[in-house]
């Protein structure tokens, strides 16, 4: 079965500063990976995935995340924090079963602050 | 634009009482799931369905039922809620097969037992 790891529960930025969540799968065949934000009291929003090909991936806000197989890693990257980032931010990560659908394994989550 | 709703953004119940939780999708997504959200867990996959009347068990779905009658309805069941299924519930869906697709989410329904 697969799993996300998030090391970081908590990270505190300077706006403008630049940043990364580390996030890192375990899963035998290549993943599909995701990264998704939560904004207080909203539901999740897409950031970015990754399914094959080119291994920076961009996403929307100006994010971009890294795939590195040999890492296991799938690290989320952005130059210049605004105060608008501050969020949750969750990794997660599906198989492909050839059936139907499969859901989500989340890891547990990174809450970014931004500070002025 | 995408939409997934859910019937309520807040919800309390009281121990033992069987409760609904609605989500309705407008994309004519094949695929629906059912996830809880806990401080310091993250989001655990209960329930999805790839179809009408199919349902696939995620990796907590003890206590809970689903019920897709429709393409664009999915419905979490507590049969006799507890304390302990206190949370936020949040209902995603997705076209397509082998869940490669993006998942959309709703807002969540965040549920207290008392």
């Known amino acids: 079965a697969q799993s996300v790891t998030q090391p970081d529960i908590h990270i505190t930025v300077s706006e403008g500063a630049s940043l990364e969540l580390r996030c890192n799968y375990s899963?035998?065949?290549?993943?599909?990976l995701f990264w998704y934000v939560q904004s207080p009291g909203q539901g999740l929003q897409l950031l970015l995935k990754?399914?094959?090909?080119?291994?920076l991936v961009q996403g929307i806000k100006g994010f971009e995340a890294e795939f590195k197989r040999s890492q296991s890693s799938f690290n989320l990257r952005k130059p210049s924090v605004h105060w608008s980032d501050a969020a949750e931010y969750f990794c997660a990560v599906v198989g492909y079963s050839g059936g139907g659908a499969d859901g989500l394994t989340f890891g547990k989550g990174t809450h970014l602050i931004i500070q002025p | 634009d995408v939409k997934v709703t859910q019937s309520s953004r807040y919800l309390v119940k009281r121990t033992g009482e069987k409760v609904f939780l609605e989500c309705v999708q407008d994309?004519?997504?094949?695929?629906m799931f059912w996830y809880r959200q806990d401080p310091g867990l993250g989001l655990r996959l209960i329930y999805f369905?790839?179809?009408?009347?199919?349902?696939e068990k995620g990796d907590i779905p003890e206590g809970y039922s689903v019920s897709r009658e429709k393409k664009e309805r999915f419905s979490l069941i507590l049969e006799s809620a507890s304390t302990n299924q206190t949370s936020m519930y949040l209902c995603?869906?997705?076209?397509?097969?082998?869940?490669?697709?993006?998942?959309?989410f709703g807002p969540g329904t965040r549920l207290t037992v008392t």
């Open positions: 995603a869906s997705s076209k397509g097969a082998g869940g490669i697709y993006e998942q959309y």
């Open positions: 369905s790839y179809d009408v009347k199919m349902k």
């Open positions: 990754y399914f094959s090909g080119d291994t």
């Open positions: 994309m004519d997504h094949e695929n």
């Open positions: 899963y035998g065949a290549t993943p599909y």
